[in-house]
Each structure stands twice: as structure tokens, then as C-alpha cells.
């Protein structure tokens, strides 16, 4: 996915938040010397090519009462990790879900899933229903809480993709 | 991390419920997400700086894909003894690839995200870390990502 000089600073323009005015676009197209219209397009166009994943509010899910989370890991079977994958990470308490490697003997989980919830009950009973999704295809899992933040800088993205 | 909880009532739910996606890419965006929610153009712009200012939203805009925007990024964990804990997770905090970590219960208990700008340097950044701790850092590279659905539902 490559993008261009314009591409890149109408992101960096944007990334932290749209004008919360009426004509956002055109706000953001007088600061970079553009047109509302080429703002608009270019948008259009990185969203479709999926750079943009979506356009909305992100609700600090902390302040909301979301305040527990795991990171619940689960032992797959191979062939039926990617559609499994995909039905856990739909799941709308999962805020992350990859497929890895697995780090035999010390580490024998390849689908991770992110699992937020208002307490570690709650969280417990999602974690349950991702059992149950993942049935019989699953040989073992974990759910991995966190106990300290150690380093938490933005994952925002610079000129050269460094946090 | 901590922060007071915010309480939103019918209309700021509404709008944290409705607005987390499909925001128009139109001239005047807020004005078809208000008619949509049943509020007026001014009452959304107004709620949503509201809620911004309480913290009860991070942000409001696109969301980045950030593999897009180039570089590289690696989970990655160390198993940890407790009496060196502390030090360790200074050593590994030093480097500046190393975006965020957590401590977290398991044996395993060290996660960390590494973020570069090109990803041969996830490598020589982990085998640094490995010479400067002298403990094995394990690396989970995502081999598929799955589409989210996460919402927040307030």
C-alpha cells in the first residue's frame, strides 16, 4: 500500500481528529492549499484501499467503564484457525485478534484475542463464549492480564511509521 | 490511566452507540450523521466536543491502518525473573522501538510492541534487546489480522 506526498499529509493532517466544525473537509483542505473536493476524493479513495479503516469516534473505552481487559490466547488447530480467527475477532468485546506463531515447547497459543469488559467477571464470561466459538478446534487456552503498564507511547504514525 | 468515569446520558449514548463508523465523506458530514441520530448539526458538533473534553472520547476522525503508513511492528514477550524485574523492563523501556509494555501474569511476563521503520530492524532490535538483558525475547509477528468489530457500547 504505497501512498503519496498528498495522501500522506492529508493522514498526518487528520489522524488525530477532524475538525469538529460544520465543513470539517474544507477546514482540513484550506490548511493543506487543496480543494474540499480533493480532500473528500482522496478519502474516498484511501478507505476503499482500505488505509482507512473506518471514520467514526473512538470511545476511550477506560472512561466508559470498560476498565478490564485480557489478552486471551487460544491453541488452534491450524486448518481452522483463519475462520475461526475471523468469527473472534467479529465478536464485539474483541478489540484485536491476530493469528501467530506459536513458540514451541514454552508457548503453544497462535490466536490471540483482546477481551474488554466493565469487570474481570465479565471479562471471564466473554472468554467463555470464545471457547464455545472455537469448540472443539481449540486444544487449550489462557487469558494473559496485565498487572502494570510499563511504557505506553502513542502508536502515532510519523513520516517514517515510527511510533 | 486512571480517569474519572464519564456518565452519558440518552443522547450522548446515542451518539457514541451510532457514530463509530460510517462518518460521510461529504461536505457537510456532521449535519447527515445528525439527521441520522435525530439531533441538529449544532447539538451533535457541540455533544461531541463535550464529550471530548471529558475524555469520554479519544478522538473523533479516520482510523489509520498503520502498516499502511509503512514501517514494521512485532509483539514480542520475555520471561522475566522477578528480582531482576524492574531493571530488565528499564534496559527493554530504553529502546525507542520498544512502543509500549506491559507486565503481565504468566511465566511469560513481559509484553512488549516493537515499532520501526523497516522491518529487518524488528530483528536487530530483539537481538539487541537479547544482548543487553540476556533473556531470550520471543516474537509473535502477526501472520493475519482479522477484521474488528469491536464497538464500545455505552
Known amino acids: 500500500m504505497m501512498l503519496d506526498a498528498t495522501e500522506r499529509r492529508i493522514i498526518e493532517a ?14 482540513v483542505a484550506a490548511q493543506l492549499g487543496l480543494k474540499e473536493r480533493e480532500v473528500i476524493d482522496l478519502l474516498r479513495d484511501l478507505q476503499a484501499r482500505g488505509v482507512i479503516r473506518r471514520i467514526g469516534i473512538a470511545p476511550n473505552h477506560y472512561a466508559l467503564g470498560m476498565v478490564a481487559n485480557g489478552m486471551s490466547v487460544w491453541d488452534v488447530d491450524d486448518a481452522a484457525a483463519s475462520d475461526l480467527g475471523a468469527r473472534v475477532g467479529n465478536l464485539d468485546f474483541v478489540s484485536h485478534c491476530y493469528l501467530r506463531p506459536r513458540a514451541l515447547p514454552r508457548w503453544p497459543y497462535n490466536l490471540f484475542a483482546m477481551v474488554h469488559g466493565r469487570s474481570r467477571e465479565e471479562v471471564e ?39 | 490511566m486512571t480517569r474519572p468515569l464519564y456518565h452519558p446520558d440518552a443522547v450522548d449514548r446515542r451518539i457514541i452507540n451510532g457514530l463509530q463508523e460510517g462518518f460521510a465523506l461529504s461536505p457537510r458530514p456532521f449535519a447527515e450523521a445528525a439527521a441520522r441520530l435525530g439531533l441538529e448539526e449544532d447539538e451533535l458538533i457541540s455533544r461531541l466536543e463535550n464529550l471530548r473534553r471529558r475524555g469520554a472520547i479519544t478522538r473523533f476522525g479516520p482510523f489509520i491502518d498503520a502498516a499502511a503508513m509503512g514501517g514494521a511492528f512485532c509483539l514480542c514477550a520475555m520471561a522475566v525473573p522477578d528480582d531482576h524485574f524492574d531493571l530488565v523492563a528499564a534496559e527493554v523501556n530504553a ?16 509484553w512488549f510492541v516493537l515499532a520501526t521503520e523497516r522491518p529487518e530492524q524488528i530483528e536487530a532490535t530483539a537481538r539487541a534487546i537479547e544482548a543487553a538483558t540476556g533473556l531470550d525475547v520471543l516474537r509473535f509477528p502477526k501472520l493475519e489480522e482479522f477484521f474488528i468489530g469491536f464497538r464500545v457500547t455505552a
Open chain 1, 14 to 27: 487528520t489522524q488525530a481528529g477532524l475538525p469538529l466544525s460544520p465543513a470539517p473537509y474544507a477546514e
Open chain 1, 125 to 163: 464470561e466473554k472468554r467463555a463464549e470464545i471457547a464455545a466459538l472455537l469448540g472443539a478446534a481449540c486444544r487449550q487456552g489462557d487469558i494473559l492480564y496485565s498487572t502494570r503498564i510499563l511504557k505506553k507511547t502513542g502508536l502515532r504514525i510519523g513520516r517514517q511509521g515510527k511510533a
Open chain 2, 95 to 110: 529502546f525507542p522501538e520498544v512502543a509500549h509494555n506491559y507486565e503481565r501474569q504468566h511465566p511469560l511476563n513481559m
